[in-house]
């Protein structure tokens, strides 16, 4: 079968993948992608070139084909049967491999961009991160090798203007705030909105109080209710969208509420469908989404398509004291273009919780390098 090439133009490299796919297809083979050169950068600034139909390497039978011939003919003529499709299902993940998209880079990035990659970066990201870098640096213009300290500030300038942080819960912005903490099973939200509330009572003394919709975990509620009980903060549980509505009238006197909401796992659709709807129709619940960061960035966006739904405002990021990579979440960070507002290092209440700083997210990406990029 023939392939063909064709090429997307877009504002990033994700962009212009996204529309390759959104044409041609999922199956859809990258080829090349990375900043647009030469008289076509009127067209946008990045590029992917894809092809629109794989490389032929002989047709696939479906399983079932396989079954049949192995009822046809006996159990030993269907192993060779197998046996044979393995070899030729290995000649295609060969072909495939050799079609997929590779990035050369500098020898000065070289390194770095093994060390984005293993932190869980996504490829294309740290593609688009180091052509950048390139362009900042002039590293293709330039006949001397630059050491590793310009090229690791550039990287982290790079990464910065990528990122946004801001306006950590803890802190009031003049106005009353409802915040509510959402997100898959095990995140840490409730011990989360515990460091919060205990932020709140002990330092910032707003008149606080806190809310949970948790109906599913008797403990998580209880646990609540005693941090609440020794901070001298109201508390109150919802037990459905209905009596989350009256209890925000009841408590419009207080600066800071803070609501702790269930895990709704993937199957748990009723349960999810209420509070969004509820979320829906009381705008002014700031929604921050509680993620671990011990997971990967594929099943961070896969949660995305669901967990996008509720249109929160900015990210929290947990047990952050538990992983060495960290470029999985804050990959997912960028993709999603929110800001992340707080980490959770740890189970200490209150003191492991963080605002987060740029310099501290590349402190946790480079280490103690970072610091020394920027000093």
Known sequence: MMSS??????NSVESAVAQARQELGDETLLVEAGATSGGDRHLGPYAATVETEAPSVGSIPDPPAILEAMRREGDH???EAIQSEIGRLSVLVRSLASHLPSFSYMPELT???AHLEASGLPQLLVSQILERVERRLGLRQSQDRLSELPVRRGIAAELESLLSVGSGPEQP?????????????????TTTLTKLAMRYGVSSRAPSVIL???????????QLRAYAAILGLPFALAENSGALSRLLV????????????????????E?????????????EIERHLVLPATARYEDLMRGWRRWGRLKPARLIFTHIDETAFHGSWLGFAIS????ISCLGTGQRVPEDLEMASKPLLMDLLFGGAARAANA
Do not use: M, N
Not at 5 to 10: L, N
Not at 212 to 222: K, L, P
Not at 250 to 266: A, M
């Open 5 to 10: 090439r064709r090429t997307f133009y877009a």
């Open 77 to 79: 003529t269907g192993l």
């Open 111 to 113: 390194a770095a961009a």
């Open 173 to 189: 912005e003049g106005h009353r705030r409802v915040l509510a903490l959402v997100g898959p099973p095990g995140a840490g939200k």
């Open 212 to 222: 949970s919709t948790d109906c599913y975990r008797v403990a998580a509620a209880e």
């Open 250 to 269: 009841e408590q419009r006197h207080k600066e800071v509420v803070l609501i702790d909401t269930p895990g709704c796992g993937p199957s748990d659709l």
């Open 271 to 283: 349960c999810f469908e209420e509070w969004a709807r509820a979320f829906t129709s009381h705008p």
């Open 336 to 339: 999603t273009g929110l800001p």
